[in-house]
């Protein structure tokens, strides 16, 4: 099968160095780097893989994936973008679907899609796919593909250090207090109640938000360290007792339980969005109060660092995602040659006229 991949970021939008406290565009990227690590577990199955970054690239893409400007007339499927004429799918992160989720490529030139500008309930079309089952739930849906990491991006450690680990985009597109939708607050509220030692990771796109932050964190005695580059967060990640992940947001897939479970490392979450679907009782605690989350930080070395890392390698690597993924482009195909008009060879009637 031949894919066209699309997406505004510039290719890779995960690199080795971090920003520290320096603000950055894109304090998360993980719509980005999960289509990243997309592009090369369709090559890695076989897959040809068109993908098209009009921002460029940095990098030399993986084996089997190649730059491209237009849609080729071999493509089988497009992912993230509208061609006429050809099947397509549309990745959806987050309850509220962002702007680009519909661009169209008309004529080799990109069309941007204004943005959703629609009140709640937000409706999505057929072919959209959900990153968990919960997120399509919530659009009256039931098309989903978690998403999926890399495990050698990650350092697998059963030895943990004294500390609990807070990781997020301090910032979003939406909204300038991410970090406290995040639930920083109440970690940091049970780091000082409890006298553990908190180390809170993630940048943000204002300096203004990264010194809020960082004021916070001094204010509570945690160890704030800002945007971490892939060595050091995984190294954060591997060493941590636990991830701390109070969010009081409605969840897609959040990469940070996929890496800390990768890692090893056992989740200690809201009850919020898909965080029930993705921690279950073997890998960590889903908390629905703050007495719970107390509950949950003491009893936190029962949890097997081995049960994490099973679980991460089953159910949350990138090669899974992409055969995933996979199955819904072959939903599409036929669906789109069912609405097209056939040919006389379609039909039959091979066009000798004999």
């Given at each position: 099968?031949?894919?066209?991949?699309?997406?505004?970021?510039?290719?890779?939008?995960?690199?080795?160095?971090?920003?520290?406290?320096?603000?950055?565009?894109?304090?998360?990227?993980?719509?980005?780097?999960?289509?990243?690590?997309?592009?090369?577990?369709?090559?890695?199955?076989?897959?040809?893989?068109?993908?098209?970054?009009?921002?460029?690239?940095?990098?030399?893409?993986?084996?089997?994936?190649?730059?491209?400007?237009?849609?080729?007339?071999?493509?089988?499927?497009?992912?993230?973008?509208?061609?006429?004429?050809?099947?397509?799918?549309?990745?959806?992160?987050?309850?509220?679907?962002?702007?680009?989720?519909?661009?169209?490529?008309?004529?080799?030139?990109?069309?941007?899609?204004?943005?959703?500008?629609?009140?709640?309930?937000?409706?999505?079309?057929?072919?959209?796919?959900?990153?968990?089952?919960?997120?399509?739930?919530?659009?009256?849906?039931?098309?989903?593909?978690?998403?999926?990491?890399?495990?050698?991006?990650?350092?697998?450690?059963?030895?943990?250090?004294?500390?609990?680990?807070?990781?997020?985009?301090?910032?979003?597109?939406?909204?300038?207090?991410?970090?406290?939708?995040?639930?920083?607050?109440?970690?940091?509220?049970?780091?000082?109640?409890?006298?553990?030692?908190?180390?809170?990771?993630?940048?943000?796109?204002?300096?203004?938000?990264?010194?809020?932050?960082?004021?916070?964190?001094?204010?509570?005695?945690?160890?704030?360290?800002?945007?971490?580059?892939?060595?050091?967060?995984?190294?954060?990640?591997?060493?941590?007792?636990?991830?701390?992940?109070?969010?009081?947001?409605?969840?897609?897939?959040?990469?940070?339980?996929?890496?800390?479970?990768?890692?090893?490392?056992?989740?200690?979450?809201?009850?919020?969005?898909?965080?029930?679907?993705?921690?279950?009782?073997?890998?960590?605690?889903?908390?629905?109060?703050?007495?719970?989350?107390?509950?949950?930080?003491?009893?936190?070395?029962?949890?097997?660092?081995?049960?994490?890392?099973?679980?991460?390698?089953?159910?949350?690597?990138?090669?899974?995602?992409?055969?995933?993924?996979?199955?819904?482009?072959e939903i599409e195909r036929p669906r789109e040659a069912a609405l097209r008009p056939r040919t006389d060879t379609e039909r039959g009637d091979g066009g000798s006229g004999g």
């Amino acid at each position: 099968m031949r894919v066209l991949l699309y997406a505004r970021h510039r290719y890779p939008i995960h690199r080795d160095v971090g920003s520290g406290f320096a603000p950055r565009s894109e304090p998360s990227g993980a719509p980005g780097h999960v289509l990243d690590l997309l592009a090369r577990g369709l090559a890695e199955h076989g897959h040809e893989v068109d993908y098209l970054l009009p921002a460029g690239v940095e990098t030399a893409l993986p084996d089997g994936v190649r730059l491209a400007k237009r849609a080729s007339a071999a493509i089988d499927v497009c992912h993230n973008v509208q061609v006429d004429g050809r099947p397509w799918v549309v990745t959806v992160h987050a309850h509220r679907p962002p702007a680009g989720y519909f661009d169209r490529l008309v004529d080799g030139e990109l069309v941007p899609h204004p943005g959703q500008g629609a009140a709640p309930p937000y409706e999505l079309p057929p072919n959209a796919i959900c990153v968990s089952r919960t997120l399509a739930r919530s659009f009256g849906g039931e098309r989903f593909v978690l998403n999926g990491v890399d495990p050698d991006d990650y350092l697998y450690s059963e030895t943990k250090h004294d500390y609990f680990l807070f990781m997020a985009g301090m910032q979003g597109p939406s909204f300038a207090d991410m970090y406290r939708r995040k639930g920083l607050e109440l970690a940091l509220a049970l780091a000082g109640e409890m006298g553990f030692e908190l180390v809170v990771a993630g940048g943000a796109r204002e300096r203004a938000v990264v010194e809020r932050v960082a004021a916070l964190c001094r204010a509570a005695g945690a160890s704030y360290v800002g945007h971490v580059g892939e060595p050091r967060k995984a190294e954060l990640l591997a060493g941590a007792r636990a991830l701390l992940l109070p969010t009081r947001l409605d969840e897609g897939c959040p990469l940070s339980i996929l890496e800390a479970l990768m890692s090893g490392t056992p989740v200690i979450c809201s009850d919020r969005g898909a965080c029930p679907e993705l921690v279950g009782p073997k890998v960590g605690f889903v908390c629905p109060d703050e007495a719970a989350f107390r509950v949950a930080i003491e009893g936190v070395a029962s949890i097997s660092p081995r049960a994490c890392r099973e679980l991460a390698l089953r159910d949350f690597h990138y090669r899974r995602m992409a055969a995933d993924y996979v199955r819904e482009y072959e939903i599409e195909r036929p669906r789109e040659a069912a609405l097209r008009p056939r040919t006389d060879t379609e039909r039959g009637d091979g066009g000798s006229g004999g």
